[in-house]
């Protein structure tokens, strides 16, 4: 129970910080927070950037209403997030009195990667590390097509944040996979502290996948995390990850929801 408890701390922990810490760091962006949720304005009308995240369960309609009103007004899309242990009769009489519905869940994972042993393959030599502000164009541009017609919001909100994801004191690390040259997967690894990773945005372009580049992707984060020196990694899992992410020795430990 103990380890559980402290997983689920580190899994919204990291969670949290991701949504919040690059928009926090930026001008013209804003990051909300009351006593049961906070919320992210990215300025442009993306569900993908634009979060609130619900991280108690005493919400109130006020809180709520606050939040919806501001995006509503802002006329920006937005998507809630919460976890299991923060959906609540409480935080559901909210969502209904709201008309918020369920669009999604994910499976909150996590890995001690003290039990993970290094796995190396050829492949790896097809990965690089963002550096250049050309790269980070290029991996704004795999996680935009993975929408049709792709997502310019998400091309856009990378072009606005580059200098911080580029600066090396926020410890951010985005890999792409190049196959035959083309840019075909990525991944970002995000730290909480010098002891937690979360892995976000595993993509592979449609055209790419079942060449088991995402496992290979995956393989090359987790040595380069263990590499480094962190303890824990953490990440989301959609079903089609699952069997991989479990393969890997993460395991479940919380499920996160969408709503809209």
């Known amino acids: 129970m103990e380890e559980k408890r402290l997983m689920l701390e580190l899994i919204s922990n990291n969670f949290q910080s991701h949504a919040t810490r690059i928009p926090a760091l930026s001008e013209d962006m804003q990051v909300i927070e009351s006593q049961h949720l906070i919320y992210v304005d990215s300025g442009l009308s993306c569900d993908t950037f634009n979060i609130l995240y619900i991280n108690h369960p005493e919400l109130s309609e006020s809180e709520m209403s606050k939040a919806l009103d501001h995006y509503q007004t802002n006329e920006l899309e937005y998507c809630i997030w919460i976890s299991i242990e923060n959906l609540s009769s409480q935080v559901q009489k909210v969502f209904k009195a709201f008309w918020i519905e369920e669009q999604a869940s994910e499976v909150g994972m996590g890995l001690d990667l003290t039990d993970y042993q290094p796995i190396f393959d050829e492949r790896h030599k097809n990965i690089q590390l963002v550096t250049t502000k050309e790269q980070l164009e290029t991996y704004a541009r795999v996680i935009a097509e993975n929408w049709s017609p792709p997502d310019q919001n998400v091309i856009r909100y990378y072009d606005i944040t ?8 926020n410890k951010i690390e985005l890999l792409i996979y190049n196959h035959e040259g083309q840019p075909a997967s990525c991944v970002e690894l995000f730290p ?6 979360g892995f976000y945005g595993f993509a592979t372009l449609e055209k790419f996948r079942g060449q088991g580049i995402g496992t290979t992707l995956l393989t090359f984060a987790l040595n380069k995390a ?13 079903e089609d990850g699952l069997n991989i992410y479990k393969k890997m020795g993460f395991k479940d430990y919380t499920m996160y929801y969408e709503f809209a």
């Open 162 to 169: 580059a200098s911080h994801y580029l600066n090396d004191a």
């Open 192 to 197: 909480t502290d010098d002891e937690t990773i």
């Open 226 to 238: 263990k590499e480094s020196g962190y303890k824990n990694a953490i990440l989301q899992g959609t």
